[in-house]
C-alpha cells in the first residue's frame, strides 16, 4: 500500500534493516564425566565392556526354549543368558548373536542337550534366583565366569563343560 499523502513520516517510522546475528560461538562439553571421544568412554571394572546392541540378546533368548528346573523362572533365566551373551559379543566388539546365546545356555546348563554337572545344576539356582531385578547380582554372575569361557567356540565349550570344567576363574 502506498503512502498517503496527508501523512509526512519521519525517520523513525522508516523502515529499519535488522542486524544479522553474530556467528555462533564455538560449544566446548564443560561438564565433569562429558565423553569427548570414544577414548575416553570408560571400561573395565564396574562399568564392564561396553558392546553394541545388547537389548538385542534378549530377543534372541525370546526365541529359546530354556530348560529350566522347578522353583527357576523364565525371566531370570533369560536375563542371565543374555548377560553371557552380551558379554561374550562385547569381549569381540560386536552385537550378540545366536551362538552367544547358545554358549550362555550352554553355561548355565540350560540347553537341555548339553550333559552338564550337578554341582554346576545345584548351584544355578542361587546364581540365577532373582537375578533380573538384581542388576548387581547380573554383574557378579557374569564376572564370576572366566574370560576364557566367553571366548571359546560353542562346540568346545559344550566339549570342555561335559568334561566337567571350571566355570570360574582361569581354565586349565
Do not use: C
Request: hydrophobic share 45%.
Amino acid at each position: 500500500m502506498g503512502q498517503q499523502p496527508n501523512i509526512e513520516l519521519e525517520l523513525a517510522d522508516l523502515p529499519r534493516s535488522k542486524p544479522d546475528p553474530g556467528p555462533a560461538r564455538r560449544w566446548r562439553p564443560q561438564r565433569p564425566g562429558e565423553i569427548d571421544s570414544p577414548e575416553d568412554l570408560p571400561s573395565g571394572g564396574a562399568f564392564g565392556v561396553v558392546g553394541p546392541d545388547a537389548g538385542y540378546a534378549l530377543r534372541l533368548v525370546a526365541s529359546r526354549d530354556l530348560k529350566l528346573l522347578p522353583g527357576e523362572h523364565h525371566h531370570d533365566a533369560a536375563a542371565a543368558v543374555a548377560a553371557i551373551a552380551t558379554a561374550r559379543a562385547a569381549r569381540e566388539g560386536r552385537a550378540p548373536v545366536a551362538s552367544d546365546v547358545t554358549a550362555g545356555m550352554i553355561v548355565l546348563g540350560l540347553d537341555g542337550s548339553t550333559a552338564v554337572d550337578g554341582a554346576v545344576l545345584a548351584e544355578r539356582r542361587g546364581w540365577i534366583a532373582n537375578v533380573a531385578h538384581d542388576a548387581g547380582k547380573l554383574r557378579r554372575l557374569v564376572a564370576d565366569i572366566a574370560v576364557e569361557v566367553l571366548q571359546l567356540p560353542v562346540d568346545q565349550l559344550r566339549e570342555r563343560i561335559e568334561a566337567g570344567w571350571s566355570l570360574r576363574g582361569p581354565m586349565q
